[in-house]
């Protein structure tokens, strides 16, 4: 990638994890779920290792928290208020551990104690005490610099206002999180998005008598300044918090080795939902003061401490309705409606329920209490019923045996290689009979593995769709440009783009063009086989008599299932009928027969993260066609590793391990004398 692209895209995560900031930690609002946010972080902190020449100065590593609002005074912290670094995986925790045995020149059986501390999602807060007495109280703000809340933090009951103990400190900056219990939040919902939100929001306004009313909760958890602290370690000042009359949270323990801290935080992962207060991992921290003290910190983070963030997310809705999705190969989905709820900062309305069997299993009614869990990226599905919680009239649900788009049969095939029924049950109709089954052949005849049209996006299909400006592929490519031009959005510029944008993919490759049919079960491999066996288009659409799909057989790669699907597809007449007039619009590519002497003879490639300009389809077929290979995962096969934009750091890390060369994009293209 070239410099100043690389410049760009790093410049536009900065900005983006600054609006993240400004709404988390300014204006009370999470716009992503913390897995995003960290992902994000974690791209940021990539880029950075890798091009030394970018300015990190607004780097997330150089920076905590967002600006102190102008709406309080601003104060700074005597000692910073810093971020944590994160782990995801046990290996992460064994980096963490071995980064601070190497740093303090300890062996590695040498045994090192943690604290392992639930995580709660609130909001932190330091208060100063001088003699025994609260005398302020700040919000985190950048870390740095926070906002003087004294006045809304004096009515949070938790928080001790005057401490009678010898043993308390003459000065101490006392720090930990302020939250709102959800059995608490259930009265305040109709004004918050979540929990943390309303807590945020009561602490940062102007009129204590406000905040008085919100059954705000503080735990304590670490200290910032202090003078005359008489304890050696973290499990100490933990026990001693609670001696001077602050609350600690009560799942802390202590614990050493990678394996016991697994096994804690696997356990409290599993009662997070029984818990009455939102908490999103488990933070990590070296027991020992003067280890703690020895190690420092590194950038904004402190090298003796990490957080142990939990792979997903729960929440309890109510199921509103159960609608039914028809998919491109006429799969039947079924998705609940549930009524919306965050979950972990994303606001969730729909859950997968996978299939018949999964609803049958489960007995998933409409009106039943669910337990909804969001992992990462993967769409929320429901886990559990809470048949206590049943309504009285509660019927079973009935799933549909005629298709709810066209009316036609449903049916469940018979798997000849499992000897079983399908889990999944499908719309008969072929062709583009059905609607919904032809919307979802359009968007996956434009998406990016096929015909990869830019600005030609699932939404435009719906709304064309609407419009009847499209019903078949080759409509795309007869727009009526004059009507699409008078829409709302879209004016000459943008239509002039769309029309450069489809007269640039009137030239196809064979394979491209057989994918984007979404013939059933002929994935980008079959298509690139069936591509390579037909050579030319005009083969490929004369396809008709028996003896010709017999042949299809002696192709290694297609089977019975895959040949069964294609003599459907050309048994239908409108199928047929799509083929002829793609054939007068497009230019459709001979396949290339590849070299057995190409650039890239004898050499294996794979491909982590998101390419600049090419598709993987498109850099695959480049491989092969100068006899390379590619290969599914890293082993001492694979010569050459190509990363692009988000790469999957355990690949990376594999390759290293195994001496594998990691190359960019722009190195590959070298190696093939082409320029990026």
């Known amino acids: 990638m070239k410099k100043s692209l690389i410049k760009k895209e790093y410049s536009k995560k900065i900005k983006l994890i600054q609006r993240y900031n400004k709404g988390y930690y300014d204006e009370n609002n ?21 091009y030394n020449f970018l300015n990190k100065s607004n780097s997330p590593t150089a920076q905590v928290g967002y600006k102190p609002s102008k709406n309080f005074k601003k104060v700074l912290h005597r000692v910073p208020m810093l971020s944590l670094g994160n782990a995801f995986i046990e290996n992460d925790l064994v980096n963490f551990e071995k980064k601070i045995k190497n740093f303090l020149s300890l062996d590695e059986s040498s045994s090192i104690s943690y604290t392992a501390e639930p995580k709660i999602d609130g909001i932190s807060a330091s208060l100063t005490y001088i003699n025994g007495e609260f005398s302020k109280g700040l919000s985190r703000g950048d870390g740095k610099e926070g906002e003087d809340i004294t006045s809304n933090l004096m009515t949070v009951k938790d928080i001790p206002k005057f401490i009678n103990s010898k043993e308390f400190p003459q000065e101490i900056d006392i720090r930990g999180e302020v939250f709102i219990q959800n059995s608490d939040f259930q009265k305040l919902k109709d004004k918050f998005a979540n929990p943390r939100n309303a807590a945020s929001g009561s602490l940062r306004q102007k009129d204590p008598e406000q905040t008085k009313k ?9 200290f910032g300044y202090e003078e005359g602290l008489l304890v050696n370690n973290q499990s100490d000042f933990l026990k001693k918090l609670t001696e001077w009359g602050f609350k600690t949270n009560p799942l802390n323990i202590l614990s050493s080795g990678v394996k016991n801290l697994m096994k804690n935080y696997q356990e409290i992962e599993k009662k997070r939902a029984d818990i009455d207060f939102d908490i999103d991992g488990i933070v990590y921290k070296v027991n020992d003061f003067a280890l703690q003290k020895r190690l420092g910190n590194v950038a904004n983070a402190p090298r003796w401490a990490i957080a142990h963030k939990f792979s997903s997310n729960k929440g309890i809705s109510q199921i509103l309705d159960i609608e039914i999705q028809v998919g491109r190969t006429g799969a039947l989905t079924p998705v609940a409606k549930i009524k919306p709820i965050n979950i972990g900062g994303v606001v969730v309305s729909n859950a997968t329920l996978h299939n018949e069997d999964e609803i049958n299993r489960k007995d998933i009614r409409v009106g039943d209490t669910a337990v909804i869990e969001r992992a990462g990226d993967v769409i929320p599905h429901i886990l559990s019923i809470d048949i206590k919680k049943r309504l009285k009239n509660s019927k079973k649900f009935t799933f549909p045996e005629n298709c709810p788009s066209c009316g036609s049969k449903t049916i469940k095939e018979f798997n000849k290689i499992t000897k079983k029924v399908d889990a999944v049950r499908r719309c008969s109709s072929e062709g583009y009979y059905c609607d919904k089954i032809s919307i979802e052949k359009l968007k996956h005849f434009v998406s990016k593995e096929a015909f990869n049209i830019d600005g030609f996006g699932k939404k435009i299909v719906e709304n064309f769709w609407k419009l009847k400006f499209i019903k078949y592929p080759q409509d795309i490519f007869k727009l009526d440009y004059s009507k699409i031009e008078k829409l709302d959005g879209w004016g000459q510029l943008s239509v002039k783009n769309l029309i450069y944008s489809i007269n640039q993919k009137k030239n196809i490759s064979l394979e491209r063009l057989i994918y984007s049919l979404g013939i059933r079960h002929i ?40 040949l069964n699907s294609i003599k459907s597809f050309f048994s239908n007449k409108t199928n047929l009928k799509v083929l002829n007039e793609l054939e007068k619009v497009l230019v459709v590519k001979n396949a290339i027969q590849n070299s057995d002497d190409g650039l890239l003879k004898n050499k294996t490639f794979l491909v982590t993260g998101k390419l600049n300009g090419i598709s993987r389809a498109e850099l695959k077929s480049l491989i092969e066609e100068n006899s390379g290979k590619t290969v599914s995962s890293v082993s001492k096969k694979l010569n050459y590793l190509i990363i692009g934009d988000k790469p999957t ?7 290293k391990q195994l001496k594998i060369d990691v190359i960019d994009q722009d190195e590959f293209m070298i190696m093939l004398n082409k320029s990026s």
């Open 214 to 222: 919100i059954p705000l909760k503080f735990i304590a958890y670490t």
């Open 649 to 655: 750091k355990k690949k990376i890390d594999n390759a």
């Open 523 to 562: 994935g980008l491999e079959n298509a690139k086989l069936l591509s390579k066996h037909f050579t030319s288009f005009s083969k490929f659409k004369n396809l008709s008599i028996q003896s010709d799909y017999e042949d299809l057989l002696n192709i290694d790669g297609i089977g019975e299932t895959q």
């Open 30 to 50: 999470s716009e992503v779920s913390d897995a995003d946010y960290d992902l994000l972080k974690k791209e940021i902190i990539e880029f950075e290792k890798k």
